[in-house]
Each structure stands twice: as structure tokens, then as C-alpha cells.
């Protein structure tokens, strides 16, 4: 009987742990993409305005219709995906690159201690 009480204590354990460990990522996430925002959308915002700034420029200096800039920038979008609706430092955006920064750190280490592990035993 009291084995199995201790079973329970254990797993209660491990549950709390999985739990706090859980908010811990989370928590990581989301304040790396608030700092990520914070630092990195005001430049952003800046570039597309003078992105906005040189096509304006453009246009007016060749002489360029809408129809041929709407041609070319539907050209550029499909090519690069230079117009997205997702600001590359938007609050989203800088979640998925917190996300890529914790699921690749340590992963070389990882890998490289693997693969220097024996697996035939002699």
C-alpha cells in the first residue's frame, strides 16, 4: 500500500516538474519575441517606409504607369515575398523566430555527442 502512494508522490512530482518546465518555454517565448519586437519593428517599420519613399521616387522620375509597377511588384512578391502581410518583427513573427532560436540551440552539441557515442559494446 504505501508503494503505491509513493508511485503517486513521484508522478506528481514529474507532473509538477512537466508543468513548470512547460511555463518556463513558454514564458521564454514569449518575452524573447516582446524584446525581438521591441528592438527590431521600429526598423523594420522604418525600411518599408523608405521602401515606399524609393517606389514613389521611381515611378515619378522614369515615369512608370501603375499597370507596369503593379506587373513588377506581383513579379517581386511572387519572386521574394517582399510584400507580406506579416511584418517580419511583428509580435508573430518574432514567436516563431524565438521558437527557431530554442528548437536549434544545442542541437550541434547534441548531435556531436551522439555521434561520438559507441553504440557497439564490446
Not at 12 to 26: A, F
Not at 44 to 51: A, K, L, T
Not at 58 to 64: A, W
Not at 78 to 89: F, G, R, T
Amino acid at each position: 500500500m504505501a508503494d503505491k502512494y509513493e508511485k503517486t508522490g513521484e508522478m506528481k512530482t514529474q507532473n509538477l516538474r512537466t508543468i513548470l518546465l512547460t511555463i518556463c518555454c513558454l514564458s521564454y517565448l514569449l518575452v524573447g519575441a516582446a524584446i525581438f519586437s521591441a528592438l527590431e519593428f521600429d526598423y523594420d517599420q522604418e525600411m518599408r517606409e523608405n521602401m515606399r519613399r524609393i517606389h514613389g521616387k521611381l515611378t515619378r522620375k522614369y515615369n512608370i504607369s501603375k499597370e507596369d509597377v503593379k506587373e513588377w511588384l506581383k513579379y517581386l512578391d511572387n519572386k521574394a515575398n517582399i510584400d507580406a502581410d506579416l511584418y517580419q518583427w511583428s509580435f508573430a513573427g518574432s514567436v516563431y523566430f524565438a521558437t527557431t532560436v530554442i528548437t536549434t540551440i544545442g542541437k550541434q552539441k547534441l548531435s556531436t555527442s551522439l555521434a561520438s557515442t559507441d553504440l557497439n559494446p564490446r
